[in-house]
Nanobody, 120 residues
Protein backbone atom coordinates (compact mmCIF):
# COMPACT_ATOMS: atom_id res chain seq x y z
CA UNK A 1 0.00 0.00 0.00
CA UNK A 2 1.16 3.51 -0.80
CA UNK A 3 0.55 6.36 1.61
CA UNK A 4 0.56 9.98 0.39
CA UNK A 5 0.91 12.93 2.76
CA UNK A 6 0.13 16.36 1.38
CA UNK A 7 0.97 19.68 2.97
CA UNK A 8 1.11 23.38 2.24
CA UNK A 9 -2.42 24.44 1.41
CA UNK A 10 -3.99 27.55 2.84
CA UNK A 11 -5.36 31.01 2.20
CA UNK A 12 -3.51 33.51 0.04
CA UNK A 13 -4.36 36.81 -1.60
CA UNK A 14 -4.56 37.16 -5.39
CA UNK A 15 -1.09 37.58 -6.82
CA UNK A 16 0.47 35.72 -3.92
CA UNK A 17 2.42 32.49 -3.77
CA UNK A 18 1.96 29.14 -2.10
CA UNK A 19 3.84 25.85 -2.16
CA UNK A 20 2.38 22.35 -1.93
CA UNK A 21 4.29 19.21 -1.09
CA UNK A 22 3.43 15.52 -1.29
CA UNK A 23 5.45 12.65 0.13
CA UNK A 24 4.90 9.04 -0.88
CA UNK A 25 5.79 6.12 1.33
CA UNK A 26 5.21 2.37 1.38
CA UNK A 27 6.43 -0.69 -0.46
CA UNK A 28 7.48 1.32 -3.49
CA UNK A 29 9.89 -0.08 -6.02
CA UNK A 30 9.62 2.74 -8.51
CA UNK A 31 7.54 5.82 -9.31
CA UNK A 32 6.74 6.73 -12.89
CA UNK A 33 4.46 9.73 -12.41
CA UNK A 34 4.01 12.24 -9.59
CA UNK A 35 1.66 15.12 -10.04
CA UNK A 36 -1.24 17.27 -8.98
CA UNK A 37 -4.88 17.57 -9.92
CA UNK A 38 -7.40 20.02 -8.51
CA UNK A 39 -11.14 20.23 -8.09
CA UNK A 40 -13.03 23.48 -7.62
CA UNK A 41 -16.54 23.55 -6.15
CA UNK A 42 -19.08 22.38 -8.70
CA UNK A 43 -16.42 21.42 -11.24
CA UNK A 44 -14.74 18.22 -12.34
CA UNK A 45 -11.29 17.29 -11.17
CA UNK A 46 -8.70 18.65 -13.60
CA UNK A 47 -5.05 18.08 -14.34
CA UNK A 48 -2.60 20.69 -13.03
CA UNK A 49 0.93 19.39 -13.53
CA UNK A 50 3.05 16.27 -13.35
CA UNK A 51 6.57 14.91 -13.56
CA UNK A 52 7.12 11.76 -15.61
CA UNK A 53 10.06 9.40 -15.30
CA UNK A 54 11.53 11.88 -12.85
CA UNK A 55 12.47 14.19 -15.69
CA UNK A 56 9.80 15.53 -18.01
CA UNK A 57 7.27 18.03 -16.72
CA UNK A 58 3.80 18.78 -18.00
CA UNK A 59 1.46 21.64 -17.15
CA UNK A 60 -2.12 22.59 -17.80
CA UNK A 61 -2.33 25.67 -20.00
CA UNK A 62 -4.07 27.56 -17.22
CA UNK A 63 -1.06 27.30 -14.89
CA UNK A 64 1.89 27.49 -17.31
CA UNK A 65 4.40 30.21 -16.46
CA UNK A 66 2.88 30.50 -12.96
CA UNK A 67 3.32 27.05 -11.40
CA UNK A 68 6.50 25.01 -11.15
CA UNK A 69 6.54 21.31 -10.33
CA UNK A 70 9.59 19.51 -9.07
CA UNK A 71 10.35 16.06 -7.73
CA UNK A 72 12.89 14.74 -5.27
CA UNK A 73 13.47 11.23 -6.57
CA UNK A 74 15.42 10.09 -3.54
CA UNK A 75 12.72 11.19 -1.10
CA UNK A 76 9.72 10.29 -3.28
CA UNK A 77 8.32 13.77 -2.90
CA UNK A 78 6.76 16.17 -5.36
CA UNK A 79 6.44 19.89 -4.85
CA UNK A 80 4.25 22.44 -6.57
CA UNK A 81 5.35 26.06 -6.34
CA UNK A 82 2.43 28.31 -7.21
CA UNK A 83 2.87 32.00 -7.91
CA UNK A 84 0.74 34.82 -9.32
CA UNK A 85 -2.24 33.01 -7.88
CA UNK A 86 -5.70 33.86 -9.13
CA UNK A 87 -9.12 33.47 -7.59
CA UNK A 88 -9.77 30.77 -10.22
CA UNK A 89 -6.95 28.69 -8.70
CA UNK A 90 -9.11 28.12 -5.63
CA UNK A 91 -9.67 24.38 -5.32
CA UNK A 92 -8.80 21.24 -3.43
CA UNK A 93 -5.46 20.05 -4.75
CA UNK A 94 -4.80 16.30 -4.93
CA UNK A 95 -1.45 14.59 -5.19
CA UNK A 96 -1.33 11.72 -7.68
CA UNK A 97 1.27 8.98 -7.96
CA UNK A 98 1.70 6.08 -10.38
CA UNK A 99 4.37 3.45 -9.90
CA UNK A 100 5.16 -0.15 -9.03
CA UNK A 101 5.26 -2.00 -5.73
CA UNK A 102 8.20 -4.16 -4.73
CA UNK A 103 6.09 -7.05 -6.06
CA UNK A 104 6.21 -5.28 -9.43
CA UNK A 105 2.45 -4.75 -9.40
CA UNK A 106 1.41 -1.36 -10.73
CA UNK A 107 -0.29 1.08 -8.39
CA UNK A 108 -2.13 4.36 -8.76
CA UNK A 109 -2.68 6.39 -5.60
CA UNK A 110 -4.39 9.66 -4.67
CA UNK A 111 -3.81 11.90 -1.70
CA UNK A 112 -6.58 13.17 0.58
CA UNK A 113 -6.42 16.66 -0.88
CA UNK A 114 -5.36 20.03 0.47
CA UNK A 115 -7.41 23.20 0.20
CA UNK A 116 -6.01 26.23 -1.61
CA UNK A 117 -8.08 29.39 -1.33
CA UNK A 118 -7.19 32.54 -3.23
CA UNK A 119 -9.17 35.47 -1.92
CA UNK A 120 -8.76 39.07 -0.92
Amino acid sequence: QVHLVESGGGLVQPGGSLALSCAASGSIASINVMGWYRQAPGKQREFVADVRSGISTNYADSVKERFTISRDNAMNTVNLQMSSLKVDDTAVYYCYVVGHYLSMQRFESWGQGTQVTVSS
